[in-house]
């Protein structure tokens, strides 16, 4: 697929039916009524909703929608296809989201969900788009049955992208990086260890709770991927929800805040909780990421 990449709201009905369908090959939805159908997208679109598109070519190959909610923006679902994931696509779309939720709503905060046990939706948004978030939920969806989230139950961190904040600005630049020697001199504690069976890493025994507390810096590592995981075990794809789940619901209102993403060992990332205000996360880089610019 060649072209190039073009970001712009939706308008014409056969494009919302075109969303429709980038929606079922992006979560790879075996059932479309998954999917947000297309005449909700076209009247979302049309009653001071938000729904982009990404373009290559005359390709429809993502899609990113999201409505006003009084003092915030909340941004539902952004998606791309399978062929052209990983090539800065989604970037884009939010990237452009961005720019169209401060132009015209006004407003310098979107919401929306993701699930921290997903590594890569880690790292994009921790990491790469600044997002951070300070509540959990279990469940928050009930089942969903598209063969990324089937059989993990739909825990969920409720995500804050401050749209305005330095942290944002200077996530979106690459102007900041992680140096894991300046993290290990902070002395964190991990949530609990990682142990392997065949190569394949699984959770192991959970730090202490007091423990826990008494540090304001955490790590939760989290399998690089999840899915893969579950399709040859899904028992221990399970441990790794209940791992997670146990230090989300510990540490996430007790005064820490979910605010990165970097690489662990061979098979998993970390999930970093920082135990400040929060007027010191959006204020410029932690002090892990104080290494000057990217390469």
Known sequence: MSGELIVR??????????????????????????????????????NGGLVLGAFIGEKLVGVSYGWPAGYYFYSHATGVVEDVKYRGVGFKLKTAQREEVIRTYGVSLAKWTFDPLQSLNSRFNLARLGVISREY????????????????????????????????????ARKVKPCLRKMKELNPVAAYGVDYVNGVPIPG????????????????????????????????????????????????????????NVDGGIGYTLNVLW????SRVLSGPEPWRECGETS
């Open 205 to 260: 025994e959970r730090s202490k709770e007091d423990r826990l507390l008494s540090t304001d810096l955490v790590l939760v590592p989290i399998p690089r991927d999840i899915s893969a995981i579950r399709d040859v075990n899904r028992d221990l794809a399970i441990r790794w929800r209940e791992a997670t789940r146990w230090a989300y619901s510990l540490l996430i209102g007790e005064g820490y805040i979910l605010v990165d």
């Open 9 to 46: 709201r939706l308008s014409d009905p056969k494009e919302f039916e075109e969303a429709v369908e980038v929606q079922k090959k992006a979560w790879r939805m075996d059932d479309y009524r998954e999917a947000a159908p297309a005449h909700l997208l076209r009247a979302l679109a049309d």
């Open 137 to 172: 939920v279990v469940n928050y969806y009930g089942e969903i049955k598209d063969k990324i989230n089937r059989g993990l139950g739909s825990d969920r961190v409720k995500a804050e992208w401050w749209l305005t904040s330095i942290r944002v600005a200077e996530r979106i």
């Open 275 to 278: 135990r400040v205000p929060l």
